[in-house]
């Protein structure tokens, strides 16, 4: 009898695609919303807790944005292996269950310790978005993943929508409002994965074994050099996760200390963005990659975050940051690009392992990015002559630039060097 709980296979599982990528679909929605409504709060509730001190709240957002990153870094080749072992679904719901946990203790917690305990819970089990792009992976054909991951994208966009604009509004109510939000937020989608979310990876598709070779960073990094064309992307991959840090790492503080924007103007622009990036993931993803293939779309997408991150950095008021958000959207080109091109170069059964050594990079560059950006920020307050309060954003911009470059060489040096490789490391 077949399992109710797991997406058929075979000729009814084109039917079963679309059901099944509207259940992960909601669950990236109301994931990236609860994380969107504490976005604009939490550096505020930090600078609480050190007096208002806006260069110490930064660096306490460098401790703990730093300590998240390696536990993330730590964890996700283990949940990239564990979702290629066991099923996408219960890797999923341990780390919904994870992230709720953390916004509890942002809710409640008396001291600084306490949050810290809470950052350390959300990075030991930071797999939601990971384990979701692998879901997408096991139910779409490798031509549309592309599309797929740019709807993903749009699905993230969504949740950014309201959320950040509703933390910043119930933020001025009281600022562990926002918390307590989140958290039900983030459980509730826990329960309906519990009740709804079928599994997409049947039995005689998953890993043999767990590997403690490669249920490591190191060990999962060799993925990335086993096969024709990866270490190219893997290196995009990670300067683009490594720029993008500069968003959570000062983003707040640097709008608030430079524009006097308070958290319900950093949410409403935060939702403006999101409300972009809807449109370029939902509208324009698939007509690029369609005319431009996926590195086309991957380049078009470093070109836009180059261009807006430099932009944001010289930008004098809030107006005239508020007038480069449309060309940053077309940054939401890259990432779609890119993962559909990686998730090409890999089998069924090491598609969470992909994701896993993904989410690797991405905790690396949450280990280096706030301390390089928050650090950054800190040193051009505490020297206002020297007059460069962009100083993060135009670092990440040079990132972006670099990423570009690299993006360019791998063009006519990996994509065009014939077959892929499918021996496994």
């Not at 919904?96 to 350390?120: E, I, T």
């Not at 939601?128 to 993230?156: I, Q």
Request: net charge positive; glycine share 12%; charged share 10%.
């Amino acid at each position: 009898m077949a399992n109710p709980m797991e997406v058929p296979r075979g000729s009814s599982a084109r039917a079963a695609r679309s059901p099944a990528f509207a259940f992960i679909f909601v669950s990236a929605v109301t994931s990236a919303m609860s994380i969107g409504i504490m976005v604009p709060i939490l550096p505020n509730l930090l600078k609480q807790f050190t007096g208002g001190d806006t260069a110490a709240a930064v660096e306490w957002n460098v401790v703990f944005a730093t300590c998240g990153g390696v536990m993330s870094f730590l964890a996700g080749p283990v949940l990239g292996m564990l979702a290629d072992l066991w099923g996408r679904r219960p890797v999923l719901l341990v780390s919904l269950g994870g992230l709720g946990l953390d916004f509890l203790f942002m809710a409640f917690a008396p001291s600084l310790a306490w949050l810290f305990v809470g950052r350390l819970i959300s990075g030991a089990t930071s797999g939601v978005f990971s384990t979701a792009n692998a879901y997408v992976a096991d139910v779409t054909a490798p031509e549309d993943r592309a599309r797929a991951f740019g709807w993903m994208g749009a699905a993230f966009n969504v949740g950014f929508l309201a959320g950040p604009a509703l933390g910043g509004l119930l933020g001025q109510v009281n600022l562990r409002l926002p918390f307590m939000a989140a958290a039900a937020l983030t459980l509730a989608n826990a329960l309906y994965g519990f009740l709804i979310l079928p599994e997409s990876l049947p039995p005689d598709r998953r890993a043999a074994r767990f590997s403690l070779a490669k249920a490591n960073p190191v060990g999962s990094l060799r993925l990335l050099r086993s096969r024709s064309g990866l270490p190219g992307l893997a290196g995009v991959y990670f300067l683009n996760q490594l720029a993008q840090m500069v968003w959570p790492s000062v983003f707040v503080l640097y709008t608030g200390y430079r524009y006097g924007w308070t958290p319900g103007v950093v949410g409403l622009t935060m939702m403006g963005g999101s409300l972009m990036g809807v449109a370029v993931q939902s509208f324009v993803v698939g007509p690029v990659i369609r005319h431009f293939g996926e590195r086309g779309a991957m380049l078009i997408g470093a070109v836009a975050a180059t261009v807006s991150m430099a932009w944001y950095g010289i930008a004098p008021t809030g107006l005239a940051y508020w007038l480069g958000m449309p060309i940053s959207c077309l940054a939401g080109l890259m990432i779609p690009g890119l993962q559909g091109l990686m998730t090409q170069k890999v089998g069924a059964d090491e598609q969470g392992q992909l994701q896993g050594a993904n989410q690797s990079m991405a905790g690396l560059a949450s280990v280096i990015g706030p301390s390089l950006f928050g650090l950054s920020f800190a040193w051009a307050v505490r020297h206002p002559a020297i007059g460069v309060p962009g100083l993060p954003m135009l670092l990440a911009g040079t990132i972006m630039a670099v990423c570009l470059i690299l993006g360019l060489t791998f063009q006519t040096h990996a994509i065009e060097t014939g077959p892929v490789d499918t021996a496994h490391s």
